[in-house]
């Protein structure tokens, strides 16, 4: 049970953290439009409050038997053990290769290493997807993302 808790707890901590970055920007501009930090804040606290009913609905059915489903297989665990070493790589390298190629590098390991893609499905994915992010955020909505040290 210890380690069906792990994973949310990790997750909830990551995101406390993005949540703390994010509300270093401004979520309204002077003229009263949605600033930078806006949209970062609101996905933070949607994420934080799903994380919040999969703790408590987890340790709800703490009570009950479990079944060997229940308990996980160490496939699953060592699973999740990379997707945590994933997500806080690409936290890092967020800082020092900025968002979107994080974002990129983190789509295309997830998609060629669990999803099975093959590579060059799993490459145009991630390119279109952070083109597709890119567009939307940055020259839609005027929101750019952390830039790393490398741009």
């Not at 401004?26 to 930078?36: E, H, K, Q, V």
């Not at 606290?45 to 060997?68: A, C, P, V």
């Not at 890119?134 to 909505?141: A, E, H, I, Q, R």
């Amino acid at each position: 049970m210890i380690w069906r808790l792990l994973f949310p707890v990790f997750l909830a901590i990551c995101i406390l953290i993005l949540l703390v970055q994010a509300l270093n920007l401004t979520l309204f501009d002077s003229n009263g439009m949605i600033g930078p930090g806006f949209l970062p804040v609101c996905i933070a606290i949607l994420i934080l409050s799903l994380l919040g009913i999969d703790l408590f609905s987890s340790i709800r059915n703490q009570q009950k038997k479990e079944t060997e489903d229940q308990k996980g297989s160490p496939k699953k665990f060592s699973y999740q053990l990379i997707y945590l070493i994933a997500i806080s790589l690409t936290l890092v390298l967020s800082n020092i290769l900025g968002m979107l190629i994080s974002l990129g590098l983190f789509i295309f390991f997830i998609l060629f290493n669990f999803e099975k893609r093959p590579l060059l499905e799993s490459g145009v994915f991630a390119i279109i997807s952070i083109l597709i992010i890119y567009v939307v955020f940055d020259v839609l909505l005027g929101i750019s993302f952390p830039k790393g040290f490398l741009d």
